[in-house]
């Protein structure tokens, strides 16, 4: 299947610092990106789904302001976290898709954020 | 609003026994089901799939049945192995949203 990338893996960053989270579509072009943040031993929750050039949908309950989505290309979704603190330690995950049916999604590896 | 309950884990198993995984759901509509893994390190990988009431789907000796009437979509497997421990999410799909995951169960096999 197509892949999905995310850089960084992992990043430890201080409390009030932003960090930048990217997710690309190496070999397809992804009209549509999701962001997950999944919890130890919880599912995976939506954050927020972007469309290419437009703003993102955020999903009740998430800060669009603390979370900023950027969807500027086909093949790249950023995530930035500003003025970060440790509960919002987490694994985030980026999902993109192609077309609009379920089995062109496809996940990234996941970013683990952790924040002293 | 739609969700997805999944039996909680670890699941831990010897080499070569059976495996359930139990996955309900609730959801207004038809929506779609799914049975997605995840290995150590790794991204979500979509396992096995069914669209409609009865179908069944499997891969790699995996079999789950959408059961419509007590909205279940249970995932099995005979005959389990070392490589197959991982983490495993049931999840469905209605068109124009994304997927929504239950929590996740996870399954060490040791040999």
């Known amino acids: 299947g197509a892949v999905v990338s995310q850089h960084p893996s992992w990043v430890i960053c201080k409390s009030g610092t932003s960090v930048k989270i990217e997710c690309r579509s190496l070999d397809f072009q992804a009209t549509t990106m999701f962001w997950y943040r999944q919890f130890p031993k919880q599912s995976l929750m939506l954050m927020a789904t972007?469309?290419?050039?437009?703003?993102?949908?955020?999903e009740q309950g998430v800060e669009k302001d603390k979370f900023l989505i950027n969807h500027a290309s086909l093949t790249l979704s950023t995530l930035t976290v500003t003025s970060a603190h440790p509960e919002d330690s987490s694994f985030y995950i980026c999902?993109?898709?192609?077309?609009?049916?379920?089995?062109?999604?496809?996940f990234g590896p996941g970013t683990r954020l952790t924040v002293l | 609003g739609d969700s997805v309950t999944q039996m909680e884990g670890p699941v831990t198993l010897s080499e070569e026994a059976f495996l359930t995984i139990n996955c309900t759901y609730t959801?207004?509509?038809?929506?779609?089901l799914f049975w997605y893994v995840q290995y150590p390190g790794e991204g979500l990988q979509l396992l096995l799939k069914a669209t409609k009431a009865d179908d069944k789907g499997s891969n790699k000796g995996f079999e789950a049945t959408y059961r419509k009437e007590t909205t279940s979509f249970h995932l099995e497997k005979g005959s389990v192995q070392v490589s197959d421990s991982a983490v495993y999410f049931c999840?469905?799909?209605?068109?124009?949203?994304?997927?929504?995951f239950g929590k996740g169960t996870t399954l060490s096999v040791s040999s």
């Open positions: 999840a469905l799909f209605q068109a124009g949203t994304a997927l929504i």
């Open positions: 959801a207004t509509g038809y929506p779609s």
């Open positions: 972007s469309n290419e050039g437009s703003k993102a949908t955020y």
């Open positions: 999902s993109a898709r192609a077309g609009t049916s379920y089995n062109e999604q496809f």
